[in-house]
């Protein structure tokens, strides 16, 4: 299956829907992508035109829908209501899922994630600063917050000293960047999470009552470090004052829809995180004791 992200941020124009493909009209210009091939769909310039039919074509064929506001940061996202023919069921049993189910899924979580970090300040630098080892320190539940510390150390030494560096994801320049980057890997994770039959609404570690997306913030994390990789690579050579523009989100893009090594496989980042979907909510109905979370080359 072909699982596009397509970006409308540069040109304004209208969309529309014919013969099942995503009609695409700027100027003089018409381009045709089939729905079932689109996986995303990222709208952040102000003159672009959306009916009725390319929303619910979207969710028909399982894509997920981003809007984003003056600064063109996404700040909207639309998923599909029913994306497997068991969501029912499996809703009930995500409900239901008892709190050390949940730890023990937070937990393993963190754990991933912290190692990532450390295999990718290791493939960088050379040194993990100690943060492969911290992850074995993380509880069911993480009550001491070890991931906060990993993630302390990690934004100290992810980036070259010169840029000064500080996570704020207020900022513009690398954190602009970042953000971007994120708000893609949290649409895909949304796209798996409700291929799964999941909600991504009810998280098992983020809980915000305006947030929609808690469970896509959860199982994005082990994942975050794809995006701040392809960051990192992109400034070798660039000053600290970088914008979030055409050729950046194109190089972000591309990056997200490249194939990634797993073991001794290629897949794609659609399919390592619908893996991972699956494998919670079979945490949750069958009782299973691991989520499958990958160490990604």
């Not at 381009?31 to 028909?60: D, N």
């Not at 302390?152 to 954190?175: S, T």
């Not at 893609?184 to 809980?207: D, E, K, Q, W």
Request: hydrophobic share 40%.
């Amino acid at each position: 299956m072909i699982e596009r992200i397509i970006d409308l941020s540069e040109e304004g124009g209208k969309l529309n829907v014919d013969l099942d493909r995503l009609a695409i009209s700027q100027g003089e210009k018409e381009t045709f992508v089939p729905l079932s091939e689109i996986a995303v769909v990222i709208v952040s310039h102000p003159a672009v035109s959306i009916t009725h039919p390319v929303l619910s074509g979207l969710m028909k064929h399982g894509a997920v829908f981003i809007t984003c506001d003056e600064k063109r940061m996404p700040v909207g996202m639309m998923y599909p209501l029913v994306g497997h023919h068991l969501q029912m069921e499996r809703l009930q049993y995500q409900i239901e899922a008892s709190l050390p189910t949940r730890k023990r899924a937070w937990q393993q979580i963190v754990k991933s994630k912290i190692r990532a970090q450390g295999r990718l300040l290791m493939e960088l630098y050379g040194d993990d600063r100690g943060l492969i080892p911290l992850a074995e320190r993380v509880q069911s539940g993480d009550p001491e917050n070890v991931e906060g510390l990993a993630s302390r150390k990690y934004w100290r030494y992810l980036f070259p000293p010169e840029f000064e560096f500080v996570r704020n994801p207020e900022a513009g320049g690398i954190n602009a960047l970042l953000n971007y980057g994120y708000a893609i890997l949290r649409g895909i994770t949304a796209r798996a999470i409700v291929s799964a039959g999941l909600n991504p609404s009810i998280g098992i570690h983020h809980h915000n009552r305006y947030n929609p997306f808690c469970l896509a913030d959860d199982l994005m994390e082990p994942y975050r470090p794809i995006v701040d990789f392809a960051v990192v690579k992109y400034m070798e050579g660039k000053d600290a004052f970088v914008d979030l523009n055409k050729e950046t989100k194109r190089y972000l893009i591309e990056n997200l829809m490249r194939q990634y090594k797993v073991g001794d496989e290629e897949r794609s980042l659609f399919d390592i995180t619908f893996r991972t979907a699956v494998s919670l909510s079979r945490m949750f109905e069958e009782k299973t004791k691991s989520l499958v979370l990958p160490e990604i080359e």
